[in-house]
Structure formats: C-alpha cells, structure tokens
C-alpha cells in the first residue's frame, strides 16, 4: 500500500483539508523550489481554479495561501495569530515571502479566483508563479490539492476518476522486508489469514517499514491527543462561528443536555447518540472557526472518528493505548483503501468521500476494538459506506457549517450502528468493500459537478443564508 497512516490523519486548521491545508502545503513546496531565485523575486502570483476558486472565500483558501508564502506549515501554524499575519499582509500590502523576502502584494491582482475556469487534471488546482523586477516569470507551478491535505504537483497528478482496474499495483512502491502488501480489502484479509493478524497488525507492520514502530506509535498517539484536545475545546467553547452565517456554535449546550438527560425529557436510551453528537459537533465547529483538528480523513469529515472513539474511550474507562492504536490503525488502514482505489475529495466524489468514508473507518475501528475479526471489521467499513453513496456536497456560502456539522453526527451514529450490526454477525456479507469503494467511485464520476463543492446546487443554491 503506497500510503502511510499520516497520509489519512495529518495535523492541520480549519477550515478544510482539501482548500486549507492543501494550498498552504503546495505554498511551501513552491517556496522550496524557489529558494535558489528567492533573492530575485519581485513579485509572486497565485492563481486559483475550480472547486478552489468557487468555495475558496467561504472556505478560507485566500488566508491559507497567504500563510504559506509567509512560510507558514499546517501543522505548526498557530492558529490564534494566523488571521492576525493575514490581516496585516492586507493592511500593509507587504508580504515577506518564506518569511524572509519582502516583496509588494495586491490581493486583488495577486490572488486571483477562476471561478469559470478548471484545471483538466484536477477540480482543485492552482498554480503559483513568481516574476523578477522585470516582470520575466522565474519559476511557474501548477499543484493539485486531492482531498484530506495531500498535494500533487503537475509532474505527479494523474486523474483519479479512472477505471480502478486500471490503477492496480501502479503506485506500489517495492515492498520492504516485512511489509504487508495489499492494494484491495481482499489482499488485506487474505493477508490478515495467513499471518493470524488483526488490519490493526497489518498496518502498523507495514508503518514500521517506512518510520519503525515505537516511531509510529508515538505519531499515533500524538494524532490522538491533538482529536482529543479538539473535542474538549468544542465542548467549552460557545458564541458564533465566522463567515456570515451567523451560525451559533451549539456543541457545549448539546453536551450539558447529553450529560444531564435534558432534565430528564429524554430516557437515557438516547444517551448514547446524544453524546456522539455533542462530541462530532465540537470538532467541527473547532474547524469552522479555523481551530486545530486532524484530517479524518479530511477537514470537513473530522467529526467522525474523534467521536466514535471518545465515546468508546468513555465507556470504556480500562481501554488504555493499545486500544486507540488498534482502533486508528484499524481506521486508518481502511482510509487508505478509498485514497487509492477511489478518492477522498469532495470536489471529486461529493460528500460521500468525506463523511461517507470517514463512517467506514470509524465503524471499522470501534468493531475492531470490540474484539470483531478482520472479516467482521471489513463489513463494518462496507455497511457503513453503502449507506452513505450518493450523497452530495453543497455547502452554504461555500462554508463549512452547513450542513457539514450535523452530517459529522450523523456519520458517527451511523457508523456505531455499523460496527454493532458487523458483530451480530459471523462477518459474510453479499457486497465487499472492494465493490462499495468502486460504487462510490463509479458515483462520485457520475454526479453533476454542480454537487462536488461548489455550492453552485443543493441546498447552497435553495436555502436564502443572507
């Protein structure tokens, strides 16, 4: 499998993995290029197309390509004083490009929105060009932001809405010593046969190979206290979300109510889904409001996982580190079947590759942490996605806030009743993952474009936000 666990959790902001963080990354790889001529340049330009130019105000691309020529990287950004550089680049309409070379930055002419124009190879291009004094163009790059962070750039995109069968073994690097090589969920059980081994297992030896495992573990275990600290936040913080909505942030009273029964209105049978919201809700509106959150695997799906495995960590009080490593692992071995075999992105696949994906692997996770076989915890992801397909991404305002939040809820319950219907059975099924990942391939190239993020359909076009 041509992908590491941190391929499907990255540490990041919000708003959104595919329109956040992937321009700031492809900002800094640009800026690496660049370095040799940095002393030359006069004046940089970036250029926005497709589901970047279209949603990119609502969901912030403007200020994360703004931080990455600052020198700024998603995982290390500060959150608190990011819109504070932003705004005073506009102010002062200087830019110390990486940091260091400051040179002249009109926004208006600088960063410029194609919102009738796409790059062929991907809905979520951009492309970065730097001039010296005598406008002679240094370098030019094109990038491609693919879903949950990852960058490609023009030598390295290849369109992922492609025949799967034409993708098979064309990314698999040479198998290390010790790895486990599967690029399909039926190489992965027979895998999981032979060894005697969990995914959990499976996953990690192959982590090992690139990182070692103690290595691994600890970036695991960081990814898990970053969603937890996110969780926490959500839950303590109240007032109104940004970007026009208006949108009051309900996550602290929908926990105080969870918690207390709502005064006894509700039987302590709801409990459980109510918790599960409460928790979804916090991380996402953590990642509206341009907080710190892990892909999941992407921004706008970050709810899901994090929810499932608090609870379980909740309820499970004697569940200590090796269970939020089985389960993530677990998780995050199940992501990477739909990165490659299909795609994570919302401009590719609508919502169905992001709320419909991260519900596979967390319902994956929770079965595994509950003692379900590697057949049990297959059906888990399956039931989980077959649910989900077709569904459509049309944000309001091109924000992250509606209906992106609640749908995090919905995938988390969703997913609990996944893994609990995977366990009442002996693990056989009729449709594989393998199958449903196709389908949802097969979908996402069949749904109009007007439904993958560009809030030019749906309820983005339907409901009056002003």
Request: glycine letters at 10%; proline letters at 5%.
């Amino acid at each position: 499998m041509p992908f590491s666990i941190f391929d499907v959790f990255r540490i990041g902001i919000g708003p959104s993995s595919s329109h956040t963080v992937g321009p700031m990354l492809a900002v800094n790889r640009y800026l690496r290029a660049l370095r040799p001529q940095l002393a030359r340049v006069a004046r940089v330009r970036v250029d926005l197309y497709g589901s970047l130019a279209l949603t990119g105000v609502g969901h912030c691309t403007d200020s994360a390509v703004l931080l990455g020529l600052l020198g700024e990287e998603p995982h290390l950004v500060d959150p608190a004083l990011a819109q504070q550089r932003v705004a005073r680049v506009r102010a002062e309409g200087r830019l110390p490009l990486a940091g260091t070379h400051e040179v002249p930055f009109d926004e208006a002419a600088d960063l410029l929105f194609h919102k009738r124009e796409r790059l062929p190879q991907h809905p979520n291009g951009m492309r970065v060009t730097a001039f010296d004094a005598s406008g002679a163009v240094l370098l030019a790059r094109e990038y491609f932001s693919i879903g949950g962070g990852a960058v490609k750039d023009e030598d390295e995109i290849r369109p992922v809405l492609r025949p799967a069968a034409a993708q098979d073994g064309a990314d698999v690097p040479e198998a290390h010593a010790g790895q486990c090589p599967f690029v399909s969920a039926a190489e992965l059980l027979a895998w999981c046969h032979r060894q005697r081994c969990s995914i959990a297992e499976a996953v990690l030896r192959n982590e090992a190979s690139y990182h070692g495992a103690a290595d691994a573990r600890a970036r695991v275990l960081e990814i898990w206290h970053v969603m937890r600290d996110c969780v926490e936040r959500g839950l303590h913080t109240e007032g109104v979300l940004p970007g026009g909505l208006n949108l009051k942030r309900r996550a602290s009273s929908l926990y105080r109510q969870a918690r207390d029964g709502a005064n006894g209105r509700l039987s302590a049978d709801f409990a459980m889904m109510d918790i599960l919201s409460a928790y979804a809700i916090a991380v996402n509106e953590e990642n509206a409001a341009g907080g710190r959150v892990v892909t999941a695997p992407t921004n706008g799906s970050a709810g899901v996982i994090p929810a499932v495995l608090m609870y379980y960590t909740g309820a499970h009080p004697q569940a200590g580190e090796d269970a939020v490593m089985t389960f993530l692992l677990t998780a995050a071995g199940i992501g990477m079947l739909y990165k490659r075999n299909a795609s994570i992105s919302a401009a590719e696949m609508g919502c169905q590759g992001e709320i419909g994906v991260s519900a596979s692997m967390a319902a994956a996770g929770l079965a595994a942490v509950l003692g379900g076989t590697p057949e049990q915890v297959e059906n888990a992801a399956e039931i989980a996605m077959e649910h989900f397909l077709g569904m459509t991404c049309d944000p309001l305002n091109g924000l992250v806030q509606v209906p992106c939040i609640e749908r995090n809820s919905m995938g988390a319950i969703k997913a609990v009743n996944a893994a609990r219907m995977s366990l009442m059975s002996d693990g056989s099924h009729i449709v594989s993952l393998d199958q449903v990942i196709e389908t949802m391939r097969q979908t996402g190239v069949d749904m109009q474009s007007n439904y993958k993020e560009t809030s030019l359909g749906g309820l983005a076009v339907n409901v009056v936000s002003c």
